[in-house]
Every structure is written in structure tokens, then in C-alpha cells.
């Protein structure tokens, strides 16, 4: 049953939960998980509940605010309180770890960490027998017409709605380490293949391994190699591009077409490119050209610059951070886990579910406090030692180099007065990258412009500008992209 909040900051506990609201009205329902009707009143999407389920979540409850509206003043509280709000919630226990998921009145989504320290079994024991968060008070007013036309993650349209998870710290008896969680995880749903990319399965998650027959018809003259980013694969990265102009690469390569899934969390650039490398058999000599997007572009210049493998002639990077993304500094990668949760809550098709559960991977080293372990991700610091040392410092003459190099960027600004505006920007400065301008993920100019590296900056990069509407994951939607890699390659 609902219950009445508390706006003078007076506690109020419904079903084991506590909140403290100062300067909010509403009431608030605590659903246990599995209530009848939670799924219709949160407006869960299936592919949610699958991707939380697949990277070993739980649900223990959903709490509901709904009618909430901020007051200017009241008895007993000075100024309206903070600008936050306290929730206690039951602890799952030792051997379980716990994180939450607040979505916001206009569909805006943020996780969230305990105040408690949480890690392994055995190296934390927490004496509490409640964890508590803090969740911003401001009411978000929904978009006009009752909110977006398609369907995210979660859209509880003008209630907050904070759904807390679990996920065990023990597997088959034996405590998870935390620094390894990427590792494992992305052997079981990332490992290393060299696969089949052609018309008939460009946007099939399980690709054909390569064979004897295809290695002899790559080396009969130069093939087209895809590298995805991170939290992707090869399907997920380049879905978007159209069945014609696929098709039309396909045919000027005569068939030479493959592609590259990676782990691109827990192995970096530099081990990618090896693992490439070693997977090509000893007699075959390829000439590849490279379509890479994102983080894909940097093992691409692995592969050109310091792998003794197959010839680059042709590397075009799209959305790759050449300079680095300041997401990947470790201090950040809350904000990132947050901003590709709202990519997945806001931008149409995108892969909910094979992107979600890469995501988590990251979130459960944060809500452990692991830093170590995600090799690939501070590989894009752009003060981290892989750029700064290896990537982005001046050549040695033998160093090998793309004969070319292109480059695809975009300068990204969501709609005015949208909800993914209001969790990417602060007026006109960007929370996080400052007043450069960025695809929501890397910096526009970062994708090209390199100080005193080889090949840099790339002459005639392809700026997309604000009105094209292209964000990170929309690259390949973009029919001047297209356009741009047929001219290029042909």
C-alpha cells in the first residue's frame, strides 16, 4: 500500500525500506520482485529483464514514487533540504553484492552504489543489515505527449522508480575475484573469432569461423577487415549499415570480406592485434583495408604499426579515440556505464540486450571496487600509459603505417530540451568533455587530430555535423557514411 512521503526530511519506512526525502511530496510503494503487474507498471522491456538475468542479476524489489513534486519550503526545513534523497534497503548478504537502477520521471536512467563498502567474501565483512543510496530529488518533467515513441529499458514516465539488484559474489562455492569478472565474462560472450562477414551474415550474432578455402581467397588480392568497438561485436557494431551498400563492398572485394570479435574490456589493443595475428595461418600474405569502428580503429593502428601481420593499405577509423575518451579514465567509468545504459534507454534499435549485459560487466568491477581488470577500457585514457607510450609516441623508422589513413567523426548534440540533453549536457557545457564538442562517447577532433604522430592529422576527415543527428552507435545509419567508405574503398 502507498504511503505519504515525508518532505520535512522525517524518515518514512514501508516494507523494510527507509526513505528520507526532504523538499519532495509523493507517496511511495515498495513491489517486491515479481509483484503482479510490476513488468506493466514499470514498463520493463523483455530484453531488459534478459540482459539483467543473463549477466547474473537478480531483482530483490522495485520502489515507487509516484505523484512526487518538489516543494520551496517547509516547516522544520531550511531551505528545502539537499538535493538528494537517502533510500535503506534490506542487505542481501555477504556473499551477494547490490547496486541500483534509478529512473527518473522522463525515463532518464543513473546506477547507483551503496554507501557501504562492498567486495569479495572473506576480504569485507559489512556489519550492516541495511545498504543506502543517495538519488537526486529533482523532478524531471516528462516529454510532452506522454513520452518517447519507442520502447527503452525501463519507462516509468512520470514516477521515480529505484529497482534494486543482486548479484552473488560465490560460484559453485568458490568466491568470484573481482578483478577477473571481466575476463570471465567475456570468454564465455566475447572470445576471440575470426569470422565470416558477408551479405547473408553480416547481422548474425554467430558468424562461421574461417576455413582453409576462405584464407586462400583472401590471399588472392587485397580483403576488407570489420573491427568493432567496445561492449560490441562485429554484428552489433555494423548492423546498421544498409543491405546495398554491404553489398556493394562484398562485390568490389570479390567475396574478401571478413570480420574480427574481440574482448575489448579485460585484453587491450595491443593483444587484440597479436591474437589477430596468430589466428592467420603462417602461409598466407594478406593485404587488408580496415573499416573500424570506435575503439576497433586502435587495432587497426596496432595492426599497421606494431604486428607483423597481415599489409593495412587502407585504415578508416569511424568514432575512434585516437586521443584517447576521458570516459575511460577510471574516475569516469560511472559516467560511462550511465551514458550507454541512456544510448540504450533513448536511441531507437539499439542491441538492448548483447550491449546491457557488457555494461553490467563493468558495473560489477565498480560496485566491487576493481579497478584492475579492464585493460581494454583504460586503454582509452587519454593519459593512460597504452596511449601515451606505445600508440600516440613518435614512430621508430621501421615502424610500419596504414598507406592511408580516413577518418569519420561526428559532433553530436541531442535535441534541445530532450531527456538524453539533460543527462549528457549541463546548458552548454558538457559534464564531462568540457565545451569540445564529442559524439556523446569521443571527442569530435580526438578522432583525427594527433600531435606529432605519423599519419595525423588525417587529411579530409568526414565531420558530421550537430544537425545529422549521429551519436556514437549511429554511425553506420548515416547515408553520407556510407557514401564516404564506397568512395574511399573503391
Do not use: C
Amino acid at each position: 500500500m502507498a504511503q505519504a512521503l515525508s518532505p520535512d526530511g522525517t524518515p518514512v519506512t514501508v516494507e523494510g525500506v527507509t526513505l528520507s526525502t526532504p523538499g519532495l511530496t509523493g507517496e511511495v510503494e515498495v513491489l517486491p520482485a515479481g509483484a503482479p503487474g510490476l513488468r506493466m507498471r514499470e514498463g520493463a522491456a523483455d530484453a531488459f529483464v534478459a540482459a539483467i538475468a543473463s549477466a547474473g542479476f537478480m531483482e530483490q524489489l522495485t520502489i515507487e514514487i509516484s505523484r512526487p513534486a518538489e516543494v520551496a519550503s517547509v516547516a522544520g526545513l531550511r531551505g528545502g533540504g539537499g538535493p538528494e534523497i537517502t533510500v535503506s534497503v534490506p542487505d542481501p548478504g555477504r556473499y551477494f553484492a547490490q547496486v541500483l537502477l534509478y529512473t527518473a520521471e522522463d525515463g532518464t536512467q543513473s546506477w547507483h552504489l551503496p554507501r557501504e563498502p562492498q567486495g569479495e567474501p572473506g576480504r569485507t565483512v559489512r556489519a550492516t543489515t541495511s545498504l543506502t543510496y543517495t538519488i537526486p530529488r529533482a523532478v524531471q518533467p516528462a516529454e510532452a505527449g506522454g513520452g518517447p515513441v519507442h520502447r527503452g529499458l525501463i519507462w516509468a514516465v512520470g514516477r521515480k522508480l529505484l529497482k534494486v539488484l543482486a548479484f552473488p559474489l560465490l560460484e559453485r562455492g568458490t568466491a568470484v575475484v573481482a578483478e577477473r569478472l571481466a575476463t570471465r565474462w567475456e570468454a564465455e560472450h566475447r572470445p576471440y573469432l575470426l569470422r565470416t562477414f558477408g551479405p547473408d551474415d553480416y547481422t548474425h550474432t554467430e558468424g562461421r569461423g574461417l576455413d582453409a578455402e576462405d584464407w586462400a581467397r583472401f590471399a588472392q588480392g587485397p580483403a576488407l577487415l570489420f573491427l568493432h568497438g567496445t561492449f560490441s561485436r562485429s554484428d552489433l557494431a555494423f548492423r546498421d549499415l544498409p543491405p546495398h551498400r554491404f553489398e556493394e563492398l562484398y562485390e568490389l572485394y570479390q567475396g574478401r570480406v571478413f570480420a574480427f570479435d574481440h574482448p575489448t574490456l579485460s585484453a587491450d589493443p595491443a593483444a587484440n592485434a597479436h591474437e589477430l595475428v596468430a589466428r592467420i595461418p603462417a602461409d598466407r600474405k594478406l593485404q587488408v583495408d580496415v573499416i573500424a569502428h570506435s575503439r576497433g580503429g586502435l587495432v587497426g593502428r596496432e595492426l599497421a604499426q606494431h604486428v607483423q601481420g597481415p599489409r593495412v593499405r587502407r585504415l578508416v577509423m569511424v568514432g575512434t579515440p585516437n586521443a584517447g575518451t576521458v570516459l575511460a579514465d577510471s574516475k569516469h567509468w560511472g559516467v560511462l556505464i550511465d551514458r550507454m545504459t541512456n544510448l540504450l534507454q533513448f536511441v531507437p534499435d539499439n542491441p538492448v540486450t548483447d550491449t546491457l549485459d557488457a555494461v553490467l560487466t563493468v558495473l560489477k568491477h565498480l560496485a566491487l571496487g576493481a579497478v584492475r581488470g579492464l585493460d581494454g577500457l583504460a586503454a582509452m585514457d587519454p593519459a593512460g600509459a597504452y596511449l601515451r607510450e606505445r600508440l600516440n609516441r613518435p614512430l621508430p623508422p621501421d615502424a610500419g603505417a596504414p598507406e592511408v589513413l580516413h577518418a569519420i567523426t561526428s559532433d553530436y548534440d541531442p535535441p534541445a530540451n530532450s531527456p538524453l540533453a539533460r543527462v549528457s549536457r549541463n546548458g552548454l557545457t558538457d559534464l564531462v568533455f568540457g565545451r569540445d564538442g564529442n559524439d556523446l562517447v569521443v571527442p569530435t577532433h580526438g578522432v583525427y587530430r594527433l600531435d606529432g604522430v605519423p599519419g595525423f592529422p588525417v587529411p579530409d576527415p568526414l565531420l558530421l555535423q550537430s544537425h545529422a543527428g549521429v551519436d556514437h552507435t549511429t554511425y553506420f545509419t548515416d547515408p553520407a557514411v556510407g557514401e564516404r567508405l564506397a568512395a574511399w574503398l573503391r
